[in-house]
């Protein structure tokens, strides 16, 4: 058998409490029978994102201007901000036929709706690679106000029929079974405080790469993490039962995350902490990013933070009921 990983063992020790009498061997053998079996159930499309993530959690920000109501991105504001986010209902308000659905490539004007995203692309500024944004309008029956990745946006056009062009289409990703995402729990030191960090570690690397990972976690409206000042996001929570983690969420969008098996954080120091602060500092990165290395306490946050992939915030901690 392969070495567990932490939410195996976690798991595997819950199994084991519940079920007195079971070696640890055979409850191992349990939780990655019960995995497998999740694992193996029909993905719904080819954009499944294997962290378990609900895309598009976020709930657009309503903005109108004149007679058009126009759901704007949760990415549009944390790109470009509020103002940004005014500026682009105010163009869709004023412009003519001209400005069209990126997916039906009809007009939007005289559409009483009108969605409003953003697709990140890839360019090149001399030697730099770097990352451009462009709006992306659609009537409401084509898509949801969400960000896209130049990649995914292709797929979305190529799957409607829409001409596209061949080589912004990505080769479609070998089928293979999903890895179990893992998480880790880490106590921290910020300003001499204790403080409790949680990190959920995707199975497999995004189908459509960073630029994927970040289009799908800023549909969700997570923002980037900021490790030299991070500060606490209002609305987003940790959920726990008992004291074990269950989910990530969002006060108004919902579920942005459910563990597979509620996650015991374990450490004296890490439950110290949380309890003192009454947060947890939660983020996320593609698979692979951050190095894992076991035993290793201090881990490297910086490839993550080049590539600009590395989402989180600080999230009140709260028991599942209390409000
Ligand atoms: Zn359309």
Redesign the pocket.
């Known amino acids: 058998m392969s070495q567990p990983n932490q939410a195996e063992r976690d798991a595997a020790r819950r199994w084991q409490q519940q079920h007195p009498g079971t070696s640890y061997q055979d409850a191992l053998k349990k939780v990655r029978a019960r995995h497998r079996a999740q694992a193996s159930t029909p993905d719904s499309g080819e954009d499944h994102d294997h962290i378990g993530f609900t895309v598009a959690a976020a709930m657009a920000d309503e903005q109108s201007s004149g007679r058009v109501r126009t759901p704007v991105a949760a990415a549009v504001t944390i790109l470009h901000g509020i103002e940004g986010a005014r500026m682009l209902s105010q163009m869709v308000a004023t412009s003519g036929p001209e400005v069209?659905?990126?997916?039906?490539?009809?007009t939007?004007h005289g559409s009483p709706v009108v969605n409003i995203g953003l697709v990140l692309r890839a360019v090149t500024q001399g030697s730099e690679e770097a990352e451009a944004s462009m709006p992306v309008f659609?009537?409401p029956?084509?898509?949801p106000a969400r960000c896209w990745s130049w990649s995914q946006l292709t797929a979305e056009r190529h799957r409607r029929r829409m001409p596209v062009d061949p080589a912004d289409l990505l080769p479609r990703p070998a089928r293979r079974k999903p890895r179990q995402e893992d998480w880790y729990a880490w106590p921290i030191t910020r300003s001499d405080q204790p403080q409790a960090l949680f990190y959920l570690q995707p199975g497999d690397p995004h189908p459509h790469g960073d630029l994927g990972f970040r289009a799908d976690r800023l549909t969700d409206g997570l923002p980037t993490y900021n490790p030299r000042d991070p500060q606490p996001t209002p609305g987003w929570r940790i959920v726990t039962r008992g004291g074990r983690i269950v989910r990530i969420q969002h006060q108004l969008w919902g579920d942005l995350y459910t563990l597979p098996e509620p996650a015991d954080p374990g450490t004296p120091g890490w439950i110290a902490a949380a309890r003192t602060t009454g947060t947890v500092h939660f983020i996320t990165a593609p698979a692979y990013t951050i190095n894992l290395t076991p035993g290793q306490t201090v881990f490297d946050f910086n490839n993550a933070l080049r590539r600009d992939v590395l989402f989180g915030a600080v999230m009140e901690l709260v028991e599942e009921g209390a409000r």
Not at 100 to 106: G, P, R, Y
């Open positions: 069209t659905c990126m997916l039906c490539d009809k939007v659609t009537h029956a084509c898509a």
